[in-house]
């Protein structure tokens, strides 16, 4: 018997917790109160770009056999470019609360 008491008791408790917060809930959208929102930013990555390009251009001019400096440097600026760009393009996202009015 004293398994069932307790099993009641407990199934009353979990009822009335559920429905309180069901109602707070509710009352609070109907009163304008705050909620929680997520809020994203993306970074264009154009300072990336040119650092990139520019550290790729001198990496691929001294990295260059003989005779091959120009090549080295152009192929070495446009993967740098390239890779700098998606490196420093970033999304920043963080929650911030807003109110109902």
Do not use: D, P, W
């Not at 154009?46 to 091959?68: C, H, R």
């Not at 970033?90 to 609360?97: L, N, Q, S, T």
């Amino acid at each position: 018997m004293r398994a069932q008491t307790k099993a009641i008791v407990i199934a009353l408790s979990l009822a009335f917790t559920a429905s309180t917060v069901a109602v707070t809930a509710a009352e609070a959208q109907q009163r304008g109160e705050r909620y929680r929102v997520k809020v994203c930013t993306k970074t264009k990555g154009g300072k990336g770009t040119v650092i990139g390009g520019l550290t790729g251009g001198t990496l691929g001019a001294a990295v260059a056999g003989n005779g091959a400096k120009t090549e080295g440097a152009i192929l070495g600026g446009v993967v740098g470019a390239v890779a700098g760009n998606q490196i420093a393009k970033k999304k920043k996202c963080h929650y911030e609360y807003r109110y109902r009015r």
